[in-house]
């Protein structure tokens, strides 16, 4: 029961930030299939998916440079969602937490866990910020 708790507390982190939650496989497709940007949160129940990189994501809804699409998969839940979204990141190895920018559904930028673990959240926004700056202006 513990658990679900945890996990439910993680998802409402990023509905209560304007993220939408994909849980399908179908999902991931049609967000990612979409024309324009899309920033991507693969999110996880570790100490630094709560501490950094949610608050991190959470932050960038109010960055001056907007994504077209503010999403998130559930690593370790919704696992064959989370497969999907991989797949779209070539040439990473997964990872979560990890965040990844996409363009017209093509990679562009991607934040893996060992660039969040053991970093300042605000380290983690100024990365995006560069990203977002870099690949949707």
């Known amino acids: 029961m ?5 996990v439910q507390a993680a998802r409402n982190d990023m ?4 993220y939408d939650q994909l849980t399908t496989p179908e999902e991931v497709e049609a967000a990612f ?9 693969v999110n996880s129940v570790c100490g630094c998916a ?3 990189a949610r ?10 440079v907007k994504a077209d ?7 370790g839940q919704d696992k064959e969602a989370t497969e999907k979204a991989r797949s779209f990141f070539t040439g990473y190895p997964p990872s979560s ?23 300042e959240p605000i380290e983690v926004v100024k990365e995006l910020e560069k990203g977002f700056d870099t690949h949707f202006k």
């Open 33 to 41: 299939s979409k024309e324009g940007s899309t920033l991507v949160l």
């Open 69 to 75: 699409q503010y999403v998130t998969v559930f690593a």
């Open 50 to 52: 709560g501490g950094i």
């Open 15 to 18: 509905v209560e930030a304007g």
């Open 97 to 119: 937490p990890s965040f990844a920018l996409l363009k017209d559904g093509e990679i562009k930028m991607m934040l893996e866990r060992h660039q969040i673990e053991g970093h």
């Open 2 to 6: 513990f658990m679900n708790d945890v």
């Open 55 to 64: 608050p991190s994501a959470a932050y960038m809804k109010n960055y001056d």
